[in-house]
């Protein structure tokens, strides 16, 4: 089986790309198995197809390179020794005057600009497309550990269920939530910060959990994930808070039909565009369209969003091994939301869905 | 009292800047009360003195926008209309051809291509100094807040400890600790994820929690910080299981003598350097020089690691208001390790330790 540095090789190849440079981030994990965080001092992974990788990194995290087989370009804690670093990274791999892929939303200007001055007549061309194809598709071994963490996230959120009573807050309800994904076995670092959104707060699809109390007549939105061994799971479930109202009752109905055929649309040789079509004109139908303001879903993986992308402009072939949420929504400003999500993963039949926590309205509270 | 725009207005005039702009942030937060995550779609806060700031944003986030007195350029869920969305925004505030600061550490080459194809003949320098000077000297109810966010965590710390057995995983007691740190009123959006650290483990300060279980005679390092209103804490305390070899007792006492001399040389008009020369000199007396390989601190506010740095390069003098942590470590590479870690304000009258948990060495497990 080849490295997956010689899969990236053969990528830049097809690309016209003489090299590449990651930041901290998935790609960089996926690689190498190295894990950094984003922080004040720049770490950077140059790769050239045909060398030994090289990484600019500081002097204090060099233990996690035991066993790596990589060049190394330590610097000191005084940033004036950092441009060296980087110059002399940059020399033993030849980068000035090379094609220098990067990828613009992982990359700092921190990082980039100690790169540039470091390669003055490089060009750095975007190669999103050539990294993320090293992780479109997920192999069995991916897929398993995506459904282990779609399984503690279940379980978490079925131990939170009972917890959650009328006049708690949403910062409560998340902060239970969050302590029993820890109980169930989910990584410490979790992909996102539980959505926990409840009555007007609800129509808001972004929301951040307040400390708005939980009313009789709330839809109540949960939206999480857990991680598990660097992989995770995003999904989001509606909930009514006592009796809710008719109409609320209904949209949560038209989301359910719209989730259930956005997980029937997938199937290898689909369109991206044909799965967002499916939960749109379930949407329109009912005549909620306008209140659907956001794409159907996002690719799944190590992060919570990455490619392929369930919008209607994407005409993107859905292949084996594919991962994405499907996670129509109905948003009433003012009033109130609903949204229910999966996690999907090409199969050769079809889709196959991770997740299989009841999807119709349960009453809470 | 002038508002924060007015402040960054004065500063940018000062830095001969005509705007900045600002991604999602702590900068961007302080300023606005804004929250957004980073992620596919770019946000952009733009600002020039005397003008309304303007933002580009995903439609489906302008719920945020409710109150704000701002200027919005929405786009679409479609990329081919989101450049059109930055055209707008720069050509309403006049950007082009002008000096327009970034902030390197925070800022991606996915919103900074945006902004640059939008503005070709602007120049982008770096503002990273005038966009710190905001946040540098914290006022009254800022360390109101990091007090908070001190004790959260010295209280979940303190619950965890009596959890901690010989035989648990360095995992598990992470996992048990961001229990108690939402338990203790923790915001679940947490600064880092805690490093648990024991035996050779330790000797790395930046490692992650592994499934190597706690043995008696391990050092046990344990760093972790709670977030309360957007105010964070970051401290640090070493444990010893069970009973420990003689030398690791020593560096306990040595880094604890340097963590108190530390804490004692921050007051106004001392250099940053002076902090860390403190924390060092008792290191290098004791024999340890080599085997502390990092920094005596960082700043600490809204950010984990912010201005100022204390390190033995930086002249910087201390104000009334900056907060910093002071965190010796003794670092036995392959055998052990040792770090002591408080969060400091300083006073009129010198350096207040905002963290009052017992730090000599205790026995655990």
Redesign the interface.
Known sequence: MPSRFDTLAASLRNSNLDAVILNPGPTLTHLSGL?F?L??RPVVLLFAPGQKPAIVLP???M??MVGQDMQTFPYS??P?DWDAAFRAAIASLGLDGKRVG?????????E??YVRNAAPAADFPDASSSLAELRLRKDPLEVQRMKRAVEIAQNALESTIPLIKVGMTE?EV???L??QL??HGS???MP???IVSAGLNA????A??TDRKLQRGDMLVVDWGAAHDGYISDLTRTFAVGDVDEEYAKIHKVVQEANAAGRAAGKPGATCASVDKATRDVIEKAGYGNFF???TG?GIGMEG??EPYM???NMQLLEVGMAYTVEPGIYL?GRNGVRIEDNMVITENGAESLSDMPREMRVVG
Chains 1, 2 share one sequence.
């Open positions: 894990h965080h922080m004040e002097e204090l995290e233990q996690k804690e005084n004036a990067v990828e613009p939303r992982q990359l700092r200007l921190l980039f600009n910062r998340s902060s239970e969050v302590v820890l109980r990584e410490p670092e996102f910060s539980p129509a808001n699809p972004h951040s959990p303001t956001h794409r996002h969003h990455e919008r209607g402009d400003p």
